[in-house]
């Protein structure tokens, strides 16, 4: 049987994992990544959300050798969010997912370590978010560093168009609420 000592680093999810459902952090959960610490054992956090969904709300509650797997595995960052390995979607093809996401009305989030980039309501939501996420308008994002893709309720022709293209990944999960979505990253992620 393993003993904690025999970990260098430690990484968590954060939905239902370092946060319940009701999304607060725990107390105890602070002290026990403070312990962690203490002993010498990196900590950090895996997870398909984006640095700019949890740099306000989680960044703090980590020390400053964290190191993050976010974005879907497209990006490995530090606790400061020095970039320390990415792999993004070309911005070629960038280009054409964002095109198509506004002509077919998509609910998108491209996810880049300075932003979230999404458009209407799902914008607005990003901005009102309790956990001070950033977000910015889709309309302004430059097409290259994009590491995921996050597609809710995807259309005919989004499907069609990623299954299709050689140079993306996508894995099709379900949200909480029962609806089907995609991260979509560069192949190989």
């Given at each position: ?96 997912l964002k095109e198509l996401v506004i002509q077919t009305e998509s609910v998108g989030i491209f996810m880049k ?15 009102e978010h309790p956990w001070n996420q950033i977000g910015k308008d889709l309309n302004t994002m430059s097409s ?31 949200s909480n609420q029962g609806y089907p979505y995609y991260d979509i990253t560069a192949k190989g992620v």
């Amino acid at each position: 049987m393993p003993y904690l000592s025999d970990f260098k680093a430690i990484l968590f999810d954060v939905d239902r994992t370092l946060i319940p459902p009701n999304r607060e952090i725990f107390p105890e959960v602070i002290e026990v990544l403070k312990k962690l610490h203490i002993k010498g054992i990196i900590t950090g956090i895996c997870t398909g959300r984006g640095y700019a969904s949890v740099v306000n709300e989680f960044m703090p509650i980590f020390s400053e050798n964290s190191v993050h797997i976010m974005a879907g595995g497209s990006l490995v960052i530090s606790n400061s969010g020095r970039v320390l390995w990415e792999k993004t979607i070309d911005p070629q093809t960038t280009e054409e997912l964002k095109e198509l996401v506004i002509q077919t009305e998509s609910v998108g989030i491209f996810m880049k370590p300075d932003a979230q980039y999404a458009f209407g309501d799902v914008l607005k939501g990003i901005q009102e978010h309790p956990w001070n996420q950033i977000g910015k308008d889709l309309n302004t994002m430059s097409s290259d560093g994009v590491g995921l893709l996050y597609i809710a309720k995807p259309s005919e022709q989004v499907t069609a168009f990623l299954d299709q293209h050689p140079k993306l990944s996508f894995k099709e999960m379900e949200s909480n609420q029962g609806y089907p979505y995609y991260d979509i990253t560069a192949k190989g992620v």
